[in-house]
């Protein structure tokens, strides 16, 4: 006999719809899978049975083939279980053929039968949305956040047969999300004392969604100001909220309670991070890298000049694309997300001193520390600010600065009208669009000119600044008219040179 289970898995941050085919037949007693599963798959058949025979079923001994189609693509994880499972039992005149009309099932299955949470469920129900999906209790609201079905939770093999035969009901589930968890708290802005253009730099790319470096000596508060700038960012909407849950639940990252990723990711990886974990990618499965799972959000690279050039190279078309392409030679490319906001933060040389006399690496050494962060991924960030330790005084005797909620209602603002202007924010102008939303004045442009001509500016460079002075007419109320002198000579002074040097000339 021959049973057909709906089911998918998952490639990058997508889901892929596959079809499960069982055959119970005559010859030599056997479980055969075809259809390109990786190791982790192939060893469904030992957990199918187990769980199988551990409900009260009889295991025939007959020979049994299982076909995963399409077979272009290799299938991972374990996901695919409970869907084999399914077919085995209809195939063995278990559970009726048409009991199983227009359902999918996803899960893993434990040796007692148990159907456990495995990676992607979002991603899988996606691609079938109008099914009835079947997947573990606890991934109930992550799969109602991708799918228009009905969603059933079953936490135990045997529940699901008898589901199935109808010698039970479904299991009850309840009919509301359970709210998500308070927020983290935030780290207050109000804490920097000091640091006027660190925090003006935290609000303009909050603002604008620029990408920003710190570069100071260690302690001058380059992380502590970073971590303030997710507390400045508005919800995600809805549309990037269901892109970053989709790649949170590919990559197996714990989800809110809701199963919805409403504030937009923090991710900030270690130094000695490969290309492939900031990137993404794999063997087979292509599991999203931190520029992925940072796609809504914040990036942070804390110790910039530590992490390996070619890693931080590999950055560069993401920033460009809002999307990342791996693939290797046996399997297509696939996409995946990857529109973040870039903060760094690096030490000017080894020491952390950068300046001259208080250094104590050769030029030889800064110089080649700082090769490490190459000009074209440099010219990436639209905001580069020297950040220098704080006054005695600051520390000590310093009032308390403003607060992070008043900053960021002047950030919602400011966001709402670039959108409502452009479409989008002022950080992703085009050139057409830049020339219709951000004209000059005739001082500006002279400006600007002037930088070009002494070669203190790349193009992208000049369009980047084009694009922060329009934040900054934004932030200022002044929505209408080109943009002054004034804003444009502030973007110039806040996209600092990084030389070996020093760190305090402008671009």
Known sequence: MIATIASATILGARGHPVTVEVHVGQGLPGFTMLGLP?????????????????????????????????????????????????????????????????????????????????????????????????????????????????????????????????????????????????????????????????????????????????????????????????????????????????????????LPPSGLLRRPPFRAPHHTSSVGALVGGGSHRYRPGEISLAHGGVLFLDEMGQFQPKALDGLREAIETGQVMVGRVEQDRVAMPARFQLIGATNPCPCGAGAPVECHCDERVRTRYLARLSGPFLDRFDLRIAVRRPEVGDMLDGERGETT????????????????????????????????????????????????ERGRLSARGYHRIRRVARTLSDLAGLVDGPIADDHVATALVMRTAIGPNTIGAAA
Do not use: Y
């Open 38 to 254: 990786d190791e982790s798959c192939r060893e469904a058949k030992d957990r199918v049975r187990a769980a199988i025979t551990s409900c009260g079923i009889e295991w025939p001994n007959k020979k049994i083939v299982v076909n995963l189609a399409p077979p272009q693509f290799r299938k991972v994880g374990s996901g695919l279980d409970v869907a084999v499972a399914v077919g085995c039992l209809v195939a063995f005149d278990v559970i009726p053929p048409d009991a199983v009309d227009g359902f999918a099932f996803a899960g893993e299955l434990g040796l007692d039968g148990r159907i456990r949470r495995v990676p992607g469920i979002a991603p899988m129900v996606g691609v079938r949305p109008d099914a009835t999906w079947v997947v573990p209790t606890d991934a109930v609201n992550e799969a109602a956040v991708a799918g228009t079905g009905v969603v059933r939770g079953v936490d135990h093999l045997s529940t699901l047969v008898a589901a199935l035969t109808r010698a039970d009901d479904w299991p009850e589930l309840d009919g509301e999300p359970p709210p998500d968890d308070e927020h983290e708290p935030v780290h207050d802005l109000a804490d920097v004392k000091g640091q006027a253009e660190a925090r003006l730099a935290l609000e303009l790319a909050a603002a604008g969604g620029h990408h920003l470096l710190f570069v100071g000596a260690p302690g001058a508060g380059k992380t502590m100001l970073a971590r303030r700038l997710p507390g400045l960012l508005p919800d995600l909407d809805a549309d990037t909220a269901l892109q970053a849950t989709m790649v949170h639940s590919a990559a197996g990252v714990t």
């Open 405 to 452: 909620a008043s900053v960021a209602e002047r950030v919602e603002r400011a966001r709402s009208l670039a959108v409502e202007r452009a479409g989008r924010l002022n950080a992703d102008l085009d050139d057409v669009l830049l020339h219709e939303h951000a004209p000059l004045t005739d001082d500006a442009e002279r400006l600007l000119r002037a930088e070009l």
